[in-house]
């Protein structure tokens, strides 16, 4: 069974941004809700979750679980998003309009998740 390459791309993205977690921890440690305990163990579980879900759904046997792994871990870190927008301070020099607008970017990126399921 062949995937389809935006699958593939999906997976790449996921992969490429889990990286980023661990290349430059600081950026995602910034914007994780200070309500939250240990931000640097939150960011390191959130980067290896992002690697190991991008490699699953790109694999047709576990393609499904990946895919609904990626929509929990969008809903999981969906308090991140919220807390930069709200804060100035963890907005990464991001105008407001900006942040607003990763808001119902979350919800395609759901989506995009959801058609592999």
């Known amino acids: 069974m062949t995937l389809p ?3 593939y791309l999906m ?4 992969i490429l941004a889990g990286i980023n977690h661990f290349r430059n921890p600081k950026l995602y440690i910034k914007i994780i809700p200070p309500f ?3 931000p640097k163990r939150i960011n390191q579980i959130s980067g290896w979750a992002e690697i ?8 047709p046997t576990t393609s499904f679980y990946g895919a609904w792994g990626i929509i929990l871990l969008l809903l999981a870190i969906f308090p991140a998003n919220l807390y930069m927008y709200q804060n100035d301070k963890a907005a990464l020099g991001l105008p407001k309009w900006v942040r607003l607008l990763r808001l119902p970017l979350q919800l395609l990126l759901i989506y995009w998740a959801y058609c592999y399921t």
């Not at 997976?11 to 996921?14: F, M």
């Not at 190991?52 to 694999?59: A, E, H, K, S, Y």
């Open 5 to 7: 390459w935006h699958q």
């Open 11 to 14: 997976g790449l993205v996921y």
């Open 36 to 38: 939250f305990k240990n």
């Open 52 to 59: 190991v879900l991008g490699i699953l759904v790109c694999i």
